[in-house]
């Protein structure tokens, strides 16, 4: 017990020092302690407040508890006990009562504090709010100020305000708590009375500030009206004189709609004219202005004008394109400095070369575009000035020139066009330099004004909440400058017409311009086209006329009194075809001249295209009359040469009918063995035939087409004459009809020869003529003509045959009459008889194949007379592949060959046997190779390796081996005499009508017999030709070593002189020709390499 009463009242000992330590800063007879020492005091002293009142409870509860432990003691240890808690408990009652009076010091001290702080603060206020009042006073009493000063007010007044607001709201904050803490704690009227106090001085200062923040804010607001007002007008000013800076700019462009630039239009004209001048004449800029001046300093306006006047670049037909009004206008353009006179350098200005940038581009320093340092970078639209001649680039090859730039002088070089193609220049426009000067100042107008216009709604929409006051009339100024802005954007929006209503002007001027430009160079060239076309068609047009007449008067003498008419129809001929074609050739430069000005419909090209088409109908005439009568002319000539030609074949008939010579044998006396007939031995012979009364002259003409000579061809066309029937008659035996008897009828188509010349029957008044039929030989006479006038026969070619493949000319009429020889294809024959077809008759034909060369194909095994063909032959065939040895002994034999199966052998002797190795051998020789040697017929095996044949038979008389089994068919070869030949199927029966055969004569050899025709291989032939495909007739049947005599035209008439014949070295067929078209004669192929018809015969007729 004693240890507890003492452990409580240690307790409450050290309660009371820490409370004591507490309180003593209070009690060192200051006034009061400084704020923080006082606060860390206070802090201090209530923390121990709260400690001892704690102990203090603690001590009372134990010393209560203890007391009732007394009472279960003795009496006398409860007696002891109980006087020592009685003191015990005084002590603590003691430190009570002093733990209460502290507790009430506490509270006054706090009160005593914070009033301090707070007269401290509201001090500081005051003299916040006094310097706030006096930043105001001199911002409202201060009259008109500078925006600069009054902004530094306004600033001024703000801060102060701002520093006042903020000392009395830190006031506030302290106020508060302590009318909380003085309210909690139940404290003495006179402190809740002085709290109140202190909080109405604040309020007071709170008033008197906000009065000054009231008063500031009126001010800001004039402030800031004013200032809007002025922002806004300075906007709208700017407007307006950008307005009228733009006009200023605009002036030249849209003053009397662009009239200005009329003369940069006119300038450019005569630039231009001048540059041609010089380049024509050679002269430079300054020889230029040297001329201009008289070599002074100086070119006065008058010198100016009679200078162009004489350039002639600028005048047509001596008048000058442009007035003098324009060329004034062009000097006044010149002339920058007033002066009424140009010096060189103001003239050499107008040369220079100038672009505009199309597409930003790099200058640089040097032409090189690798490795060089770009200068700066060009904008669109920059203007520049070339200082050289455009380059081309060292590694990319693209046009670069060195230039200048007006905008700030800089020099280096610029890429014209790029490798992509994109143009980085275009060529300078004053104009549209002009123009794009404007459209920018028109822009920068429309941004501004738009800008002016959003800055005034802003400022206008700010102000809308506002109801009294500067900023309230301020916005009502601020509307009134719209219709200011809304002035200007009306103008810009004129000014923008007025530009495209000047650029439409400028056009039309420009337009104007070229069309008068290029309708002066444009009568300057169609007075040029015309002079050339009126100068071609005028000489064309003499040789013509000289040509026409000398051929009407050829004509009209029909060459009588010419010594040589050949040579005077070719000389007429020539002329006309010459002066035809010179007209042609004038016709086809005046129509390439026509073509060129197809598009034009008006102006001076159109006034020479019509003039020129009265040339070229002119010439057309005058071309087609010379061709006409170059017509007429030849028609003239061959009328001649027919008369003539006629009047020495009369003569060669009557000849030949006298002497009783045939062609063929007039051909063979006059060709010596020769091909044909030379020229001058055919003139020969008629000129020493007895009765010939022809003049040289019509000699002359009629054997012209002779000149290269006279084939056995020509001598048949010539001498014989053919009748075609055109309606039955008789042939009769006598040349009187009473008297003779009928030989046979001819019917319609069929073919007769003229035997003697045509004679009347004045009895009964018919044309006769002796004929004889080539159907079947027989001769008689016929009526040509009747005496109603009915024709019975008609003109027809000679009928020939050409052969397309190899045919077989044979003895007789028989198709089975023997062979006389081959005929080649290409082969032309005279038709003597026929064609007659054969009586119906039976052949047997066989399949098999040729033991020579393996060919395989149809033959005739036995003909209609019965007659065997071929005969059984003992041969023997290869059954195995087996070799043929040179010896019998196969150890010792080397080899020939090896026998193919099916292969054929003629045996040489009996079969050997070989009994050593069971073997027999027989001697053979193939009929392939006719290679001989041994064979094993059998082997030891029993293998047959050769046998006997009963297929093989040899034949006995040349027959064709043919494709298909109907005889006739396409020819695979001929079988000569004694080949083998191995049947593998027939002889089988074929019945065959009758061939229609031919007899004729080969023009080739005169080799005469029947053959096979009209077939697919023997066809109708004639000797007139018509060309298909342009080709070359030449001087010689070699193609490689002959010479061109001229080219062959597509649809030109020939006549053949010759049979075709092969050429060896390209083993084309080529025929001998006379041309129609010039009488110019040589050789021609028939087929192209590629087997396309080069020259086709013309059908014969019936």
Not at 756 to 781: I, Q, S
Not at 1031 to 1046: C, E, K
Request: charged content about 30%; hydrophobic content about 40%.
């Amino acid at each position: 017990a004693s240890t507890g009463k003492l452990a409580v009242a240690q307790g409450v000992l050290k309660m009371m020092t820490e409370q004591a330590e507490a309180e003593a800063p209070f009690l060192t007879g200051e006034e009061c302690p400084a704020p923080a020492q006082a606060a860390k005091a206070f802090e201090a002293l209530e923390a121990s407040e709260r400690a001892a009142h704690v102990a203090v409870g603690a001590a009372r509860t134990l010393v209560a508890m203890k007391k009732l432990a007394c009472k279960r003691l003795a009496e006398a240890s409860a007696a002891k006990g109980a006087e020592g808690l009685a003191k015990l408990q005084e002590r603590v009652e003691t430190a009570n009562k002093k733990l209460s009076e502290i507790k009430a010091n506490l509270s006054k001290r706090k009160h005593q504090i914070a009033k301090q702080e707070v007269e401290a603060r509201m001090k500081e206020v005051n003299e916040f709010v006094k310097a706030a009042q006096e930043a105001t006073e001199v911002l409202v009493s201060g009259g008109d100020m500078a925006p600069e000063a009054m902004k530094a007010a306004c600033e001024k007044a703000g801060s102060t305000q701002a520093a006042a607001k903020k000392a009395i709201d830190e006031t506030r904050q302290l106020l508060g708590p302590k009318q909380r803490e003085a309210r909690a704690n139940a404290s003495t009227e006179d402190i809740k009375a002085e709290l109140i106090k202190m909080i109405l001085a604040v309020d007071a200062a709170q008033g008197e500030l906000d009065a000054q923040v009231g008063r500031l804010r009126d001010q800001e607001h004039k402030f800031v009206a004013q200032r809007l007002i002025k922002d806004a007008t300075d906007h709208v000013e700017a407007v307006e004189k950008k307005l009228a800076d733009t006009m200023a700019i605009a002036t030249p462009l849209v003053s009397e709609e662009g009239q200005g630039f009329s003369a940069f239009i006119w300038l450019a004209e005569i630039m231009s004219a001048l540059k041609k001048h010089m380049s024509v004449a050679e002269k430079s800029q300054e020889d230029l202005f040297a001329m201009m001046s008289d070599k002074a300093e100086t070119v006065p306006e008058a010198k100016f004008l009679s200078f162009l006047k004489t350039v002639p670049e600028l005048k047509e037909e001596d008048a000058t394109l442009f007035s003098d009004d324009e060329l004034k206008a062009v000097f006044k353009h010149i002339d920058t400095e007033a002066k009424g006179e140009i010096k060189n350098q103001q003239l050499k200005e107008q040369f220079r070369l100038k672009f505009f940038i199309a597409a930003p581009v790099s200058m640089t320093d040097g032409l090189a575009v690798k490795g060089g340092k770009t200068i700066r970078k060009l904008e669109l639209n920059e203007v520049i000035e070339a200082l050289d001649e455009p380059q081309k680039e060292p590694n990319l090859g693209i046009l670069r020139v060195k230039a200048k730039t007006e905008k700030d002088g800089k020099e280096g070089y610029i890429t014209l066009k790029g490798n992509q193609g994109t143009d980085y220049l275009a060529d300078y426009d004053p104009y549209l330099a002009c123009e794009k000067k404007v459209q920018k100042s028109v822009q920068e107008l429309l941004d501004a004004s738009n800008a002016a216009s959003r800055y005034i709604d802003k400022k206008s929409g700010e102000l809308h909440g506002v109801a009294k006051g500067p900023l309230f009339e301020t916005r009502e100024l601020l509307m009134g400058l719209k219709p200011r802005i809304s002035k200007v954007q009306q103008s810009q929006v004129e000014l923008r017409s007025q530009v495209a209503r000047a650029r439409k002007k400028h056009q039309e001027n420009v337009e104007g311009e070229k069309q008068r430009r290029q309708e002066a160079i444009d009568r300057r060239a169609a007075r040029s086209v015309s002079e050339e076309a009126e100068a071609c068609a005028k000489e064309a047009d003499e040789d013509a006329k000289k040509a026409s007449s000398a051929a009407e008067a050829l004509v009209a003498s029909r060459g009588a009194d010419a010594e040589s008419p050949l040579q005077v129809f070719g000389d007429a001929d020539k002329a006309l075809l010459a002066a035809a074609e010179a007209c042609e050739k004038a016709e086809e430069k005046i129509r390439d001249k026509l073509d060129g000005l197809r598009s034009y419909f008006r102006g001076p090209f159109a006034e020479a295209r019509n003039a020129m088409k009265a040339l070229k109908e002119c010439l057309g005439a005058s071309g087609g009359k010379c061709r006409q009568q170059a017509a007429e002319l030849k028609g003239v000539l061959t009328a001649l040469e027919g008369d003539a030609h006629a009047a020495v074949l009369v003569a060669l008939c009557a000849h030949l009918r006298k002497e009783g010579l045939s062609t063929d044998a007039l051909f063979k006396q006059l060709a010596g063995g020769e091909t044909s007939i030379p020229a001058d031995g055919f003139r020969g012979f008629l000129e020493k035939m007895p009765g010939l009364e022809l003049k040289k002259a019509q000699l002359d003409i009629g054997l012209a087409r002779y000149s290269s000579g006279v084939s056995r061809l020509m001598i048949v066309g010539l001498l014989q004459l053919y009748l075609r029937c055109a309606k039955e008659l008789a042939v009769t035996s006598a040349f009187e009809v009473k008297e003779s008897k009928t030989v046979r009828k001819l019917a319609v188509g069929e073919i007769v020869e003229v035997l003697e010349e045509e004679r009347t029957d004045e009895a009964v008044g018919l044309v006769r003529a002796k004929v004889r039929a080539l159907l079947d030989g027989d001769e008689g006479w016929a009526t040509l003509r009747g005496n109603q006038g009915t024709t019975f026969l008609v003109d027809c070619p000679k009928p020939f045959y050409i052969l397309d493949d190899e045919v077989q000319m044979q003895s007789g009429f028989q198709s089975t009459s023997s062979e006389i020889r081959r005929m080649r294809a290409g082969e032309v024959l005279e038709l003597l008889e026929g064609p007659r077809r054969e009586e119906s008759y039976e052949i047997f034909r066989a399949r098999g194949r040729a033991a020579k060369d393996g060919k395989e194909g149809w033959l005739t095994f036995k003909d209609n007379q019965g007659k065997e063909l071929f005969e059984k032959v003992s041969v023997y065939v290869c059954r195995q592949p087996i070799a043929l040895t040179v010896a019998f002994d196969i150890t010792e034999g080397k080899p020939v060959r090896k026998l193919e199966v099916g292969e054929a052998m003629e045996v040489i002797g009996e079969p050997v046997s070989d009994e050593k190795k069971g073997l027999s051998r027989l001697k053979v020789k193939t009929k392939v190779d006719e290679k001989e040697g041994w064979v094993t017929l059998k082997g030891n095996q029993g293998t047959a390796f050769v046998e006997e044949s009963d297929k093989h038979f040899v034949c006995k008389v040349g027959v064709p081996l043919e494709m298909r089994f109907q005889s006739g068919s396409p020819l695979v070869r001929s079988l000569e005499v004694g080949e083998v030949f191995e049947v593998r199927e027939g002889p089988k029966a074929e019945a065959k009508e009758g061939a229609s055969r031919l007899r004729g004569r080969n023009l080739g050899d005169g080799t005469e017999g029947w053959f096979n025709g009209p077939s697919d291989v023997t066809v109708p032939w004639s000797p007139f030709f018509v060309c298909k495909q342009s080709t070359v007739l030449t001087d010689g049947l070699n193609i490689a070593s002959a010479r061109a005599v001229r080219k062959l035209e597509v649809g030109e008439r020939l006549v053949a002189l010759e049979t075709p014949v092969v050429e060896p070295t390209s083993g084309l067929m080529r025929v001998r020709l006379r041309c129609d078209k010039d009488g110019s004669s040589g050789f021609a192929s028939v087929w192209s390499q590629e087997g396309a018809a080069l020259l086709e015969p013309l059908p014969t007729e019936g």
